[in-house]
């Protein structure tokens, strides 16, 4: 297959998740991996355009490469989004057409949207039309009856039409009654090969595939198909993943060798917000899951849980907690195995 990349690299990204990937987290992932293109998490175009831009949009210069993904229908708000956000120095406007939340379905966006293909178009024409960086789509195969080939053709068709510079596909639908958005993660059936097949049709078009995506040898066989994986829960529950990515998928040093080294290089990033007034916690609270598999792992998330969530916690909070943990290399104890069982 050929792969296509230009304007960002999609070959690998961490998925756009509400309450997850906010900038304390970002950065944390930008201390594992250097190659992985970081999503923010939604923001409605009403925010960007009338909140609190700084807290809502404002990142910290190592993020980059990050995009920022948002939720909105109405082509005239979007662009005017699109522009602040293209003004704050995001790398990539994506648009959220794959979030089946309530309050979204009211607000005519998110998974909704695969019904309406010609309004998916007008709004990233009208994104194109007012930033000059890649305009990209997060979608699903289809909701609810859709028949999954006409709909994902239909929005692909509308969207690459409009000049949307690739596409990201949650390989599953979503169903808009009786799920909740967790639910709606887990229970309607997985179909890459769908996905495949939108890529085959569209060789031109960059495609990344999301869902379901556990492991670094599931994302090298995606990447037979597709030009890009998208990890979501993983890389956030077990940010050690992303330590692969540099190495394996752009045959580059990983920036540091393991968790232990990835806290020390957050650490001067911590020490900053810390003085700024952020509460440790804010921080730590997305690193629960470094040093999954080894002896110590549950002590330090516990340190975290109690000591971290103190007003006064602070960097040193932090090193005691790393120093529950073992640094036993694991292949000695032969924990390789057991940490991947
Ligand atoms: C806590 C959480 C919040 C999420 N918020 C968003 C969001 O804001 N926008 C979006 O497009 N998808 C959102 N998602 C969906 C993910 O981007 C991704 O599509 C989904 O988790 C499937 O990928 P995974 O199996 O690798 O986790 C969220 C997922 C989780 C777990």
Avoid at 154 to 159: E, F, K, W
């Amino acid at each position: 297959m050929k792969q296509v990349t230009f304007g960002n690299d999609w070959r690998f990204s961490i998925a756009p998740m509400m309450d997850w990937t906010d900038r304390f987290c970002r950065s944390l992932h930008r201390v594992l991996s250097r190659r992985a293109l970081l999503y923010t998490e939604m923001v409605t175009t009403g925010a960007v355009i009338h909140g609190p831009r700084e807290r809502l949009l404002g990142f910290d210069e190592a993020e980059h490469p990050v995009a920022v993904q948002l939720g909105g229908s109405d082509p005239k708000e979007l662009a005017q989004a699109a522009r602040i956000c293209a003004d704050f120095g995001y790398d990539e406007i994506n648009l959220n057409v794959g979030c089946p939340s309530d309050r979204v379905q009211n607000g005519r966006f998110g998974a909704c949207l695969m019904q309406e293909p010609g309004l998916v178009g007008d709004c990233v024409a009208a994104m194109k039309a007012a930033v000059s960086l890649p305009v990209t789509v997060k979608c699903r195969i289809g909701v609810d009856d859709q028949d999954t080939e006409e709909a994902l053709n239909r929005l692909t068709d509308s969207v690459v039409a409009a000049g949307c510079d690739a596409l990201t596909v949650h390989a599953r639908k979503a169903w808009l009654q009786g799920l909740s958005p967790k639910e709606n993660r887990d229970i309607p059936p997985l179909d890459y090969p769908r996905v495949y097949r939108l890529k085959q049709a569209r060789p031109d078009l960059p495609v990344a595939i999301n869902g379901g995506i556990k492991t670094m040898a599931e994302v090298h066989e995606h990447l037979r198909h597709v030009d890009g994986v998208m990890l979501g829960r993983v890389a956030y529950q077990e940010p050690e993943i992303l330590l692969c990515v540099d190495r394996e998928l752009f045959g580059e040093e990983p920036p540091v060798a393991d968790a232990f080294e990835a806290i020390e290089a957050y650490e001067p990033y911590v020490a900053v917000r810390l003085a700024e007034g952020v509460r440790l916690h804010a921080m730590t609270r997305h690193m629960l899951g470094l040093f999954t598999g080894r002896p110590g792992a549950r002590a330090y998330r516990r340190h975290l849980a109690t000591e971290g969530v103190k007003p006064n916690a602070d960097l040193q909070t932090l090193r005691d907690a790393v120093a529950l943990v073992s640094r036993e290399p694991l292949e000695s104890a032969g924990m390789v195995l057991a940490a991947a069982g």
